[in-house]
Structures are given as C-alpha cells and as structure tokens.
C-alpha cells in the first residue's frame, strides 16, 4: 500500500476505499466513489465556514497560525515592513518577485498614471447622500469603474488584466479619498503626480488651500506600513469572494466590488471601526474589567480579539503597536491606548481568552493609529480596503491561472421537504 494514503472503511456497507493523500489534503471529489449503491450519489463533506477545506493551491501568501508567521510570497512580513514601499509589496504580489530598481520606477510609473477618476465617476460619487458610510461609497463606486472600463471584461488576457489591475490599484486611494471628502462636505481633490502612493492619498484627503500639499514623513511612511501589512492575507472571507464572484469570469472592477462588500462586515475588516466604537463604550481603563466580564458572560466579542487562523499573536499587530509608537511622536499618544493596553493585558492573563487563544488581530490596534492621524471611525475599513486591493487581484489572477479552477459553486445537504402536495390559495389555513 503506498505510503501517501489513507484507508477508509464504509461501514454501512464493510467496503474498503485507498485515496491519495498530496499536501495534506484528500480531493474531496475522490469521496464520491464512496456509496452505498450505483444510485447513490456519494460521499460529500460538511464544512460551512470552510474551516477545514482548502479552496484552491497558493503561492502568494503563507500562514502558521501557531506559530504567528506571515510571508508573502515567502518574505517575512516584518522584513518587507521594514524595508519596502507598499508599491514594492504589491508588485511582489502580483508577479512572485520584488522588483528591480528599474522595474519598481517604471511600475510606479504606470500606477501614479491611473490614479484620475473619470469625471462622471467623480459626478456618481457627488450622488450619494451627504451622510453615506463612505465604505459603502466605495464599494458602490468600485463597482460603477466597471461601466467606464467595459474592455476589462476580457478576463482571459493577460495584457488587458494587467490593465485593469493597475486602474484599480490607482484609483482606489482617489475613490477613498472622494469618500471621505464628500462624508466632510470638501470638495474633491485631484491625485497629485509627484507624491509617493501614500503622500498623494493624503495630500486627496486633507489638501485645502495650500497650492502644495506637504505631507508629514512619518505619517506617510506609517500609512504605507500598514498598508504593507493589509495587503494580503490568503483565502480570508474578501478574498474568499473575490475568487468565488472571479471565478464566473465577471470584471475585476464587480469582483473587487464583492470583496470589499465581504471586507465591509464587522467580523472582517469592519472589525477597526468597532475597536474603536468599543472604546468609547468602555470609557475608561477602570471600566475594562467589568467588560471583559460582560463578554465572558457572552454579551458580545471583544472587537479586534481572535481569528479563525492565528493561534498566537497577529504578526501585523506587534508591528503595528511599534508603528503606532511612531505615529504618537507627532501626533501625541491616542486616550485611548491605555483601555487598549488594558484590555489586552487582562484579556492575555484571562483563562477564557487563553483557552480560546484569542489574541489582538491587526484590527486592535490599527484604528487607535487611524484615528491618531485624524481618520473618523467609518473610515477604518476603507483605510483597510486599499491595500488589499492587490491581494485581491493578486489571488484573482492565480484563480484565472489554475488550471483545476472551475466555477465556484459548493453543494447542500437538503434538509428541507419532500415533495408536497400544492394546496390553492383558498384553501389555505
Ligand atoms: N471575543 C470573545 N470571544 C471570542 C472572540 C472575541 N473576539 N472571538 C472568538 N471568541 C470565542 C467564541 O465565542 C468561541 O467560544 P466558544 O467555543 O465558547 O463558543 C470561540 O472563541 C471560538 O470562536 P469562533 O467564533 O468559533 O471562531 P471563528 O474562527 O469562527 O471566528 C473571528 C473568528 C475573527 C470572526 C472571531 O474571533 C471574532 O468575531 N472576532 C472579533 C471580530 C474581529 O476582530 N475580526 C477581525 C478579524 S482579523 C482581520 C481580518 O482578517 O478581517
């Protein structure tokens, strides 16, 4: 019997099946076979949250959850924070290596040349009520790119999708930047060609009258931190969508609009926003313990706590807190951080908290350095959205690729009726 196997016996029928083990993993569809007649219709698995299911094979982005460790394309997070660009980042994502010098000039190139919205998008965006969520605007805006750029249809060629992977990564930053700008009541501010990526977001969110907006270095340089550590994160539930809506050959402008539409949820990406709105609840650092109570008690999560990967402290919030140590040199320390560090040390010392090992996640501390820099709370997850965009794309573009991809459509088990007998409406209870 080959090594590389496993041996199931059915015991509703005493039958014998071998089945090929590679990477860990049995092929699902290999469990079909496994019936208890010919009209059987064989084995399936039952796996909701696809908490032990592997929806595809990867090369962009490795987690040991136990461990604590993230690598893209096999860098370790912290080196690539430490010495990179996100612009850099994002090319090693999309194309497997970091870039040459001359590489690196000419891809900034293209995308600081993307960077202008259409002028009917900019006219779409001034549509929505003065009050809208701006991550809703951005999905909502994302997904309109796809009526101004109707050739990024042609999915299957590779000049064209790079096309449309450099729109978005582009303009992305100049939709979030209308957002926020539209939630304020400022007028839009158009991209600025000599600003790094991060310098020209902020010069679009917080340019007034100045005839040159000047940006704080290391505001800058923090932003394009975090945008590093939000840019890839494997098959999460964005991303999830991404390939799944991709992978029916839709646009990538309606696909990334799905994934950030999955993003938005506050069990995903919308989790910063409700750190923050958790502290305000909490109030104070002499209140924590009672809310760490009223958790353990089960009324509600501790925001920015647990994930279904890590086992072990986020990797992206230790250099997040050390990024934040930065950003609070100039802006002065965030109230805030005291309920947080708080919270954090009762949470790591509690039984609860350690059985579940349920540790800070990237969204603990992010938003107190969001709103540390000036960002209101429903701008968080739009912060978070922008980076992301590349790994999106990255994995959308590993899907098209994957020869064994198909569409994505998982099945059911059928716990409904059987056949029932229609009764007309007058008869009716
Ligand atoms: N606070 C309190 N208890 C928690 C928390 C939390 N934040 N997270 C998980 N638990 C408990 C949960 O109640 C369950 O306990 P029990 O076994 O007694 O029923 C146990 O831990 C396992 O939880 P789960 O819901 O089965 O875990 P999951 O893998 O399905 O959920 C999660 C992962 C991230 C959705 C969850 O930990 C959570 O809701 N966290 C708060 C929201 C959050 O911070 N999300 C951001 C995730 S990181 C950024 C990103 O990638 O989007």
């Not at 930047?177 to 839009?188: D, E, K, T």
Request: aromatic share 10%; glycine share 6%.
């Amino acid at each position: 019997m080959p090594q590389d196997t496993l041996t199931i016996t059915d015991n509703r029928t005493g039958h014998n099946y071998t089945l090929p083990v590679e990477n860990g993993t049995i092929r699902a569809m290999d469990l079909r076979k496994i019936k208890t007649d010919p009209e059987d219709f064989g084995l399936m698995t039952y796996d909701p949250a696809f908490m032990n299911t592997a929806s595809c094979r990867s090369a962009i982005t490795f987690i040991d959850g136990d461990k604590g460790i993230l690598r893209y394309r096999g860098y370790p997070i912290d080196v690539l924070a430490q010495h990179c660009t996100y612009l850099e980042v994002a090319y090693l994502l999309l194309f497997g290596e970091l870039p040459n010098a001359s590489q690196l000039k000419s891809w900034v190139d293209d995308i600081t040349h993307h960077t202008m919205l259409h002028e009917t998008t900019k006219k779409f965006m001034e549509g929505f009520r003065y009050n809208a969520h701006p991550m809703a605007m951005l999905v909502s805006t994302v997904a309109a790119l796809s009526t101004i750029y109707p050739d990024a249809k042609n999915v299957h060629d590779p000049a064209n999708r790079l096309l449309q992977i450099k729109r978005l990564i582009g303009k992305m930053p100049s939709i979030a930047a209308m957002s926020y700008r539209h939630n304020v009541g400022f007028p839009y501010i158009y991209p600025d060609n000599e600003l790094s990526y991060p310098e020209n977001f902020m010069n679009m969110l917080w340019k007034m009258v100045e005839p040159k907006y000047l940006a704080n270095p290391v505001i800058a340089r923090a932003l394009d931190i975090l945008f590093i550590l939000h840019a890839d994160h494997e098959q999460n539930c964005s991303t999830n969508a991404m390939r799944a809506v991709g992978s029916s050959q839709s646009d990538p402008f309606l696909a990334t609009a799905a994934a950030a539409a999955a993003l938005s949820g506050p069990l995903h990406g919308g989790a910063n926003e409700e750190v923050l709105h958790m502290l305000d609840e909490i109030g104070s650092k002499d209140n924590v313990p009672a809310y760490i109570k009223k958790i353990k008690e089960g009324k509600g999560r501790l925001m920015g706590f647990g994930h279904r990967v890590y086992k072990n402290y986020d990797p992206r919030a230790k250099i997040i807190k050390w990024a934040a140590d930065q950003v609070f040199e100039v802006t002065g320390r965030n109230t805030k951080l005291e309920i947080a560090l708080e919270l954090e040390r009762i949470a790591l010392e509690d039984d609860y908290f350690v059985q579940r090992k349920l540790y800070p996640n990237v969204d603990f501390y992010s938003g107190i350095m969001y709103q540390a820099m000036g960002f209101k709370p429903e701008m968080f997850t739009v912060l978070f959205a922008i980076p992301r965009t590349i790994g999106w794309l990255a994995q959308w573009q590993e899907m098209l690729n994957d020869p064994e991809q198909k569409i994505a459509r998982p099945r059911q088990v059928w716990i409904g009726h059987e056949t029932r007998e229609f009764t007309p409406i007058e008869k009716r209870k």
